[in-house]
């Protein structure tokens, strides 16, 4: 299920009931603890076993066996499939005293079985506590049980094991109340508060926009994209002669049903990149890769990620890649979404590194291209957006 279990309640005297596997009740205690389900065993078998084997140096060797239906199992199989029957068993008991020593105070053993069921699983959980315990447990019938639709037999076993040690217990203090005012704003209502307007850099313009920058129709426009940010957020941490093998093996995964023309195209683009030694510092060290930001703008929040970023002693360089398939000839000609992107992340910034120069950059990936983006351009974009 999807449902969070928690393992460990807030403290304090909380009311609550937890559901939870044996597994997962490891280690935890609770004063009331049922078993509801104990008539299940385990039946599950693999096909594929691990086997033990001396060679004639009496060497333990490791070797996988298949387990074939069992009319077709020969001696070995048969042994095999033993083996891990006994194992499974074991671990089924193992369980068992896990799930009975939970109890504090009160254990509650319940069993159902559907119409289908049979009373042949004698080492079910259910068979083996009622065996043991029915000769020293009294027997009574139950009247809660016997109010319920569906139950054939009320009889149950009850094993009380009395208070024989003296109870502690424990001395609570209060301090006196003490009758004071109440301020006057206990009656009043709470006044309304207005949540601040989100800002997304990278959504900031409507959708037309956005897919427009993109400068293609069909899929690849896209997984193009997506596919360099993963490439250029991880490749600069290899070695510079694995790089290569890294990407052809990532780019050739069928998932991605890429042609081996866009295969090629990619792997092409991405090797300029990181090759040139313009680019050299965006991807060396103290470079950050995929930069969470958040911060305030005119009074509203703004979220966003940096596809990469370098900071010096002295300067901030921040980078933003676009996989437009046709770039444009000048930071004049740079889409308003795109300047108003790179613009916020600058405005953030500046916040925290109000003493060192920032520079913004737009990465074009297609050519490859690093195109800086003026000051003037910047601002006027950041004006654009305070003024809205």
Partial sequence: DSIEIKRDLDHGNVEAVRIMTVHGAKGLQAPIVFLP????????????????????????????????????????????????????????????????????????????????????????????????????????????????SGIENFEVL??????????????????????????????????????????????????????????????????????????????PNLEPDKRNEAIINFLSQPYWKLSFLEQTTLISNIIAILNNQQFAPIFGTGSLAEVPIVGFLNKKIVSGQIDRLLVTKTEVLIIDYKTNKQPPLSANDVTLANLHQIAIYKAILSNIYSNRTISCALLWTNIPQLMVIDNDLLNDALFRILRT
């Fill in 37 to 148: 389900d104990t008539i299940k065993m385990a039946v599950h078998s693999s096909h594929l076993l691990w086997l033990d084997k001396k060679d004639n140096n009496n060497k333990t060797n490791e070797f996988m066996i298949w387990l074939p239906r069992i009319n077709d199992q020969d001696e070995i199989c048969k042994i095999a499939s033993n083996i891990y029957d006994i194992q499974r068993n074991k671990e089924y008991i193992r369980l068992l005293y896990v799930a009975m020593t939970r109890a504090e105070d009160r254990l509650y053993i319940c069993g159902w079985k559907s119409n289908i069921e049979t009373d042949t699983k004698t080492h079910c959980w259910y068979n083996l506590i009622f065996n043991a315990l029915k000769p020293v447990c009294i027997s009574e019938l139950d009247a809660t049980l016997a109010q319920q």
């Fill in 158 to 235: 009850r094993l009380t094991s009395d208070q024989t040690a003296d109870v502690l217990s424990k001395k609570i203090t209060t301090k006196p109340i003490t009758s004071q005012t109440l301020p006057a704003w206990i009656n009043e209502k709470a006044p309304f508060e207005t949540s601040p307007r989100s800002l997304v850099p990278s959504h900031l313009n409507n959708e037309s926009e956005i897919l427009q920058s993109f400068g293609e129709t069909n899929r690849i426009r896209f997984q193009r994209g997506n596919l360099i940010h993963r490439i250029l957020q991880s490749l």
